[in-house]
């Protein structure tokens, strides 16, 4: 069970403050760690981060020392009350710049507040000064960040990062998200409009779609889930690739059925037809906005595909 903060010893309290500084200097070198390959500059960052972190924990453990002897027992922040949780570094692939920056922020403000009720609670002058000093230390830590990010953030580098972070983008969100989009789009033509044109019934297509888009969504769903962990194509959690690509295939397919909602056949036909064309267009320019596709050349490759299976469906339903 956890203890009230109330309730620690001075001996205690530095034990925490040791055990504190431990974890947030192993958590700036996860950072720096996980940033390096895509944002080097930003990992500079927390790299001079886990150092000032390591000299604080050299000066507790300094005065813990002269107070208490060598023998630190292991406090750590959640056997204490009152401590933020946080996500394991570790569980969180890949890393974000501003969540990451977003997070720093956090562990050095509520290590600051941590210190400042520490240094109110201890009785020892000199103790009381240590905590007294680090409290400041953190407090001027964002100062220490931003300072170290214009020193090691070049307008440049930040351009070198923003590309970098589109590209994560690319691969983790819109590749799955456009081959789902592109999957129920085209695939779902044919049967819509073949039941569409065989049975002139809104009703009929209605089903026929909806259950052949929710039927694609999953089989997108779990292809891509399945395809790679994402460990080496830096491509992202393979669950959260499968859940994009599931609901934008099922997205692709449910636009030109729910005009089928529309009693009357004919202006139901007329309305998808013309979802139909919008959604080949807004497909080649997610092409050409992300996958630098020239709109032409990617409308006339989605078009051309979408217009064939469109043709067959009604060519199958009308014989």
């Known amino acids: 069970m956890a203890k009230n903060f109330k309730d620690l010893s001075e001996q205690e309290i530095l034990a925490l403050a040791i055990s504190l500084e431990g974890t947030d200097a192993r958590i700036y070198a996860d950072f720096a760690a996980g940033l390096k390959a895509d944002y080097p500059a930003t990992a500079q960052v927390f790299e001079e981060m886990e150092a000032e972190e390591n000299e604080h924990r050299r000066r507790l453990i300094e005065e813990y020392g002269r107070r208490f002897?060598?023998?630190?027992?292991?406090?750590?922040?959640e056997d204490v009350k009152g401590f933020v949780h946080?996500?394991?570094?570790?569980?969180?692939?890949?890393?974000?710049?501003?969540?990451v920056r977003r997070q720093a922020e956090v562990m050095e403000t509520e290590t600051r507040r941590f210190y400042e009720r520490a240094a109110n609670k201890v009785s020892d002058v000199s103790t009381r000064k240590l905590l007294g000093d680090l409290a400041e230390a953190e407090r001027k830590h964002v100062t220490l960040a931003q300072n170290l990010q214009h020193e090691y953030v070049t307008p440049e580098v930040e351009a070198q990062e923003e590309k970098a972070h589109r590209r994560l983008f690319v691969l983790q969100i819109v590749q799955p998200g456009l081959a789902g989009?592109?999957?129920?789009?085209?695939?779902t033509l044919a049967p819509v409009f073949a039941a569409a044109f065989a049975t002139h019934s809104s009703h009929a297509a209605f089903v026929v779609g909806l259950a052949a888009s929710v039927g694609a969504g999953i089989s997108m769903a779990f292809a891509e889930a399945a395809s790679d962990d994402g460990s080496l194509t830096g491509r992202g959690k393979p669950l959260l690739?499968?859940?994009?690509?599931?609901?934008?295939?099922?997205?692709?397919?449910?636009?030109?059925?729910?005009?089928?909602?529309?009693?009357?056949?004919?202006?139901?036909?007329?309305?998808?037809?013309?979802i139909v064309a919008m959604e080949l267009l807004v497909i080649s320019w997610i092409r050409k906005r992300y996958m630098d596709?020239?709109?032409?050349?990617?409308?006339?490759?989605?078009?051309?595909?979408?217009?064939?299976?469109?043709?067959?469906?009604?060519?199958?339903?009308?014989?």
């Not at 969180?92 to 501003?98: A, D, F």
């Not at 989009?181 to 695939?187: I, N, Q």
């Not at 729910?258 to 309305?271: D, G, K, M, Q, S």
């Not at 050349?297 to 009308?318: K, N, P």
């Open 69 to 77: 002897g060598e023998h630190i027992p292991l406090i750590r922040r």
């Open 86 to 99: 946080r996500k394991p570094v570790w569980l969180t692939r890949p890393l974000g710049l501003k969540a």
């Open 181 to 187: 989009l592109m999957d129920g789009s085209v695939s």
């Open 241 to 274: 690739r499968g859940v994009v690509c599931g609901l934008m295939t099922t997205a692709g397919g449910i636009g030109h059925t729910l005009p089928y909602l529309i009693p009357e056949f004919r202006t139901a036909t007329a309305v998808a037809v013309v």
């Open 293 to 319: 596709t020239p709109f032409l050349r990617a409308a006339f490759q989605v078009i051309v595909g979408g217009v064939l299976v469109f043709l067959v469906g009604i060519w199958i339903g009308s014989s």
